[in-house]
Nanobody, 123 residues
Framework: QVRLVESGGGLVQAGGSLRLSCQGS????????MAWFRQPPGKERELVAA???????RYADSVEGRFTISRHNGKNTLDLQMDQLKPEDTAVYYC?????????????????WGQGTQVTVSS
């Protein structure tokens, strides 16, 4: 069974940091693009950051310079270091993977999804 399991969410004050992790199992994601998406309350799911197997990254403008995506192909893991958090970063964060291995990704194309982890940033 192919699974992506996120961890590391929680409650943090504005200006603080959190690190999200995603563990893949049941499948090798080494040749996939992996990405973090988020869904704020009452809004659509949106891309946060993506990284190809070769290390090419793409960030949403709203998180550029504050968030860092990284992956370890051998361990099937994906991380998201979130610094300088803002209340508008509050959302459920999802790990996802796609066989295209291109950094330009959309919600619709992703092949695999995790269950999500809640991140809440208080002001």
């Amino acid at each position: 069974q192919v699974r992506l399991v996120e961890s590391g969410g929680g409650l943090v004050q504005a200006g603080g940091s959190l690190r999200l992790s995603c563990q893949g199992s049941g499948h090798s994601f080494s040749g996939h693009v992996m990405a973090w998406f988020r869904q704020p309350p009452g809004k659509e799911r949106e891309l946060v950051a993506a990284v190809t197997s070769g290390g090419t990254t793409r960030y949403a403008d709203s998180v550029e310079g504050r968030f860092t995506i990284s992956r370890h192909n051998g361990k099937n893991t994906l991380d998201l270091q979130m610094d300088q958090l803002k209340p508008e970063d509050t959302a459920v964060y999802y790990c996802a993977a796609d066989r295209s291995n291109r950094a330009l990704v959309t919600v619709a194309q992703m092949d695999y999804w995790g269950q999500g982890t809640q991140v809440t940033v208080s002001s």
